[in-house]
């Protein structure tokens, strides 16, 4: 596979989960609130190249990849994720300003479960839902482990792994976007020589 088969053979994994969290998200309630940022304003989230080569490749076609990667590289970059664009002092109200191609991390939050030590399932989720929603969360928490479907973390990673394990290792989130970038801007560059060499 290359570099755009990857993005690809991501953005179908994100189409399978977007499925299903559609439906648990529909089923519990569980959506997040409104304007609500908050997750987004932590510059510790963690994210992989991998999960945001469509995003870079978008950033490309669009004509923006580079400079992007220069304001990402500079004193000048918030650490918060490059594309969040807040609206409030702290941060916490805001909105992605590239929804259709955020990361998986983006994607399993609030609408994902994993297993904890006893086995069970427990919803990936905020502090903000738990309190917002608390009865929505509680309905939820129980029926998760009984009649009640929401898609698994660790599954999805797995898919990701099965891409390219190599681009999946963890980091600040906009070091993962910035690496995205340096490998679409490499794989055009290379592309454009061989397209240059055959004519």
């Known amino acids: 596979m290359n570099l755009e088969e990857k993005s690809l053979a991501v953005l179908e994994v994100f189409k399978e ?3 299903e969290a559609k ?3 529909s089923e519990s309630g569980l ?15 963690p994210a992989s190249p991998l999960e945001f080569l469509p995003l870079a490749f978008d950033f490309y076609r669009k004509g ?16 918060n994720c490059i594309v969040y664009r807040a609206h409030s002092m702290d941060g916490k109200l805001g909105y992605c300003s590239n929804y259709a191609f955020r990361g998986m991390i983006c994607r399993l939050f609030g609408a994902s479960a994993r297993k904890n030590k006893y086995g069970s399932k ?6 903000i839902l738990k309190e917002q929603k608390k009865e929505a969360f509680q309905a939820a928490t129980q029926r998760i482990n009984q009649d009640l479907e929401i898609p698994t973390a660790s599954r999805y990673y797995m898919y990701l ?9 963890q980091m600040p989130i906009n070091k993962a976007i910035a690496f995205a970038l340096e490998l679409v801007l490499r794989y055009k560059f290379y592309e454009k020589g061989e397209m240059m060499e055959e004519t």
């Open 17 to 19: 989960l977007e499925a």
């Open 23 to 25: 439906q648990f998200t």
């Open 31 to 45: 959506s997040c609130m409104t304007g609500c940022g908050a997750c987004c304003a932590n510059p510790q989230i």
């Open 64 to 79: 923006i990849a580079d400079s992007i990667l220069s304001f990402l590289d500079s004193e000048e970059a918030s650490e």
């Open 122 to 127: 427990d919803i990936i989720i905020c502090k």
């Open 161 to 169: 792994d099965e891409i390219d394990e190599s681009l999946t290792r």
